[in-house]
């Protein structure tokens, strides 16, 4: 039997340079983590898999034809602007129609005090990118949205948790955390929050705008959750409270009412920190795609956006309700869970002993998903915490699915 003959690698002849290395990623590059959330949706792409991880809206809701028609009318109303360079503070109509609808929420706006931002997550970025240095505190609820740790960390900032109850932050905690801290801002999903479904009363929000005005902390209020409300009275937005008018950045994104793949959002913001995110959008992307404006302008003139948003209610609150009817027997003994007056999301803690984290993979196996809390947790996790978002699946996928997770969790 005669074996190949391996060759060994030869050093390169005598003078002939050898290639140096190129220099290193940037730290904030190799020291911010991927998102779980991300990692888990690309194991459950697979037809068949139940998913409870993503916080995806229903793609059957979303408005197909009247959002067909609006690209259509802006193509129409002149291609040559639609496919054009714009401003980066946006298309003014849009701009317009974002300050009114703002307005009839209670915060009186002007197309002048709005950023039109690709996604609000932008929005968070660009709010970062002006305030945020090296070693600044950054203050948040524990737990809070993965995506601004993860921007909050490529800032090189120093995230410090804010204690929280079933309603979220604690003030009299909010206001230790800022005399020990001195943190540059408080970012807050006050609510609906991601990932715990909680809203911050309203006590609670004139407190926390007290306590920012006083003490001199910037406040980002993340709203992207606002308008699915199912049960319950609106609560006015942490910026219309006193003490919060002039040092409270408002994220909000058309995401969640009419479709993420626009990646449309705004900033409402002071003057000065709103001029100094227009300069940093500039060197990021120069502005937002000018179609995807235009069209969602159009869109907004034509169409009852309110009447859409309602039909979109319903339906999530029919899944919301059928979530939470199916856990008591899908989850062991013992596990507790909130009821969310809105949004996307239920957050469960599971009996002392289990693993959220752990127990994925088995629930992976029996083709049903979520995505467990540790991730979104500052320091040190409670492992048996998890998400479930009801949007995305009709009352009999999500009670096949926790039929699958209950065997899961078994």
């Known amino acids: 039997m005669h074996l ?18 190129p220099p290193p990623f940037a730290a904030r590059a190799v020291s ?12 459950t792409e697979r037809p068949g898999v139940i998913s409870f991880a993503g916080g995806l809206p229903a793609p059957e809701l979303f408005d197909t034809e009247g959002l067909r028609a609006a690209y259509d009318a802006a193509f129409a109303d002149s291609a040559a602007r639609a496919l054009q360079y714009s401003t980066t503070e946006g298309a003014p109509e849009l701009r317009e129609v974002i300050a ?3 307005s009839a929420r209670g915060l009186p706006t002007g197309p002048d005090d709005v950023l039109v931002t690709t996604g609000s997550q932008q929005a968070l970025a660009l709010v970062t990118a002006t305030l945020v240095e090296p070693g600044d505190v950054v203050l948040v609820e524990n737990p809070t949205y993965l995506a601004a740790l993860q921007c909050f960390a490529m800032a090189g900032a120093r995230v410090v948790a804010v204690p929280c109850d079933e309603d979220g932050i604690v003030p009299e905690a909010l206001e230790e955390a800022v005399r020990r801290e001195r943190p540059k801002l408080l970012y807050s999903v006050p609510t609906f929050q991601n990932p715990t479904g909680r809203t911050l009363p309203a006590a609670r929000r004139a407190a926390v705008a007290e306590i920012a005005g006083r003490l001199g902390v910037w406040l980002v209020e993340d709203d ?4 699915l409300r199912y049960e319950g009275a609106d609560i006015p937005w942490l910026a219309a409270h006193p003490g919060a008018e002039d040092r409270t950045a408002l994220l909000g994104s058309f995401s969640k009412v009419m479709a993420p793949g626009l990646r449309l959002g705004w900033l409402r913001a ?3 920190l709103r001029r100094a995110a227009v300069v940093a959008k500039q060197a990021t992307d ?8 235009l069209a969602a302008a159009r869109y907004l003139a034509v169409a009852d956006l309110d009447a859409h948003v309602a039909v979109v209610r319903d339906a999530y609150r029919e899944r919301r309700d059928a979530l939470l009817a199916g856990l008591p027997l899908a989850l062991p003994a013992g596990a ?8 996307m999301f239920v957050w469960v803690r599971l009996p002392e002993g289990y693993d959220a984290g752990a127990l994925l993979k088995a629930a992976v196996a029996h083709d049903v998903a979520y995505v ?10 409670d492992p048996r915490t998890l998400r479930l978002s009801f949007t995305t699946h009709t009352p009999a996928e999500i009670a096949e699915g926790l039929t699958r997770l209950s065997t899961a969790l078994s």
């Open 286 to 293: 120069l502005h937002t795609s000018t179609v995807d404006q």
């Open 32 to 43: 911010t983590g991927g998102s779980p959330v991300r990692e888990i949706l690309a194991l």
């Open 372 to 381: 467990p809390g540790a991730a979104f947790y500052t320091g040190p996790p």
């Open 224 to 227: 992207p959750y606002g308008e």
């Open 4 to 21: 190949p003959r391996l060759r060994c690698a030869q050093p390169p002849p005598q003078g002939v340079p050898v290639p140096a290395s």
């Open 336 to 343: 507790r869970w909130n009821r969310p007056e809105g949004g």
């Open 270 to 272: 002071p003057v000065g």
């Open 100 to 102: 009114a609808r703002a």
